[in-house]
């Protein structure tokens, strides 16, 4: 598909939000489920919690997978409640427009970028930078496509789009930034596959936790220099 990559509009930022966020969803509960609710740890407990109950209520088999079956329930609607957190502690700079712009459009070397279907003019993915004065680096931030319109190669326009910004911004003001940077789940090899083509290296990689002290899994910093 034809896609336009251009700076964000006001009336771009609902949209952006829907799609970073179906992004996140689809990628902080499946890792959530794969990795904390459904480890071995926590099925054994839910096991033997089971078996407990049903020899105190005097009950048979029948009664013992039911109640195991309700602890699932139970497990999945905390699950959910646990990731409402999160994604609102992660979408803090997508709260409202004003605090939107401030983060990306107000800074030196900051920007945002959408990538518009030329034929329906529907946004469709996005793309951020952030300048980290701290570190001399370039930090890129929410890159996101919508779900129907990935592996078409508008990760990879949106990518380039952002690393021209980067170079012109290198060449202007002639500052001594180090490179380009971004954090990615180990999880998330479709990203990590466009940036490697476009000349990310792995720097370092380390594990995180989140959703009450559960693993979450491994990040990983991918550095381009300048």
Known sequence: MDVLIRPVQQGDFHVIKSVISKGLYEHYFSVYMNTAFWSIKVQSAMFILSGALSRVLQSDVACAFAIYISLQLLGLFYAKHLWRQHMD?????????????????????????????????????????????????????????????????????????????????????????????????????????????????????????????????TLCEYVRPL
């Open 89 to 217: 502690e992660d979408m803090k700079e997508l709260a409202t427009w004003k605090r939107f712009t401030d983060f990306y459009c107000n800074d030196s070397g900051g920007g945002f970028w959408v990538a518009m279907d030329t034929m329906t003019s529907a946004v469709v993915g996005s793309i951020g930078v952030k300048f980290r004065p701290d570190l001399k680096t370039l930090e890129i931030k929410r890159l996101s496509v919508s779900a129907k319109h990935r592996r078409s190669g508008i990760g990879g326009k949106l990518l380039m789009k952002l690393l021209d910004h980067c170079d012109k911004m290198k060449e202007e003001e002639e500052s001594n930034l180090r490179g380009i940077t971004l954090l990615v789940n180990v999880t998330q090899q479709d990203a990590i596959r466009v940036y490697r083509k476009h000349g990310f290296k792995l720097r370092k990689s380390h594990f995180v936790s989140c959703f009450g002290g559960l693993s979450y899994g």
